[in-house]
């Protein structure tokens, strides 16, 4: 069964930085395409980021140029590192995965695992 569990997640100033991780269990990642979302309150999931099995990366564009995604596959970890972090990235983020390539990884029905989410909160 495969299981996915996120970290790294907390609270910053705007214009801080941090780090999430996402840790694949029950499968080899190196099979999986991954992806990022997020969700804050009375919103619904949108989708942030997704890094198909051989590293190619799509964001959304009000991340383009802040957030990159990265997988270690030896580790079976896929990360997110965002910089530049605004108020409005404030939400719950979840990592998600597939064993089949989506045709668009930042929505969410491609992906059937799902991790339990971490908050990221940014002040202004």
């Known amino acids: 069964q495969v299981q996915l569990v996120e970290s790294g997640g907390g609270s910053v100033q705007s214009g801080g930085s941090l780090r999430l991780s996402c840790a694949a269990s029950?499968?080899?990642?190196?099979?999986?395409?991954m992806g990022w979302f997020r969700q804050a309150p009375g919103k619904e999931r949108e989708g942030v980021a997704g890094?198909?099995?051989?590293?190619?990366?799509t964001y959304a564009d009000s991340v383009k140029g802040r957030f990159t995604a990265s997988r270690d596959n030896a580790k079976n970890t896929l990360y997110l590192q965002m910089n530049s972090l605004k108020p409005e990235d404030t939400a719950m983020y979840y990592c998600?995965?597939?064993?089949?390539?989506?045709?668009?990884?930042?929505?969410?029905?491609?992906?059937?695992?799902w991790g339990q989410g971490t908050q990221v909160t940014v002040s202004s």
């Open positions: 998600a995965a597939s064993l089949w390539r989506a045709h668009y990884p930042l929505r969410t029905n491609p992906y059937n695992y």
């Open positions: 029950g499968i080899t990642a190196s099979r999986l395409h």
């Open positions: 890094i198909d099995n051989d590293g190619q990366t």
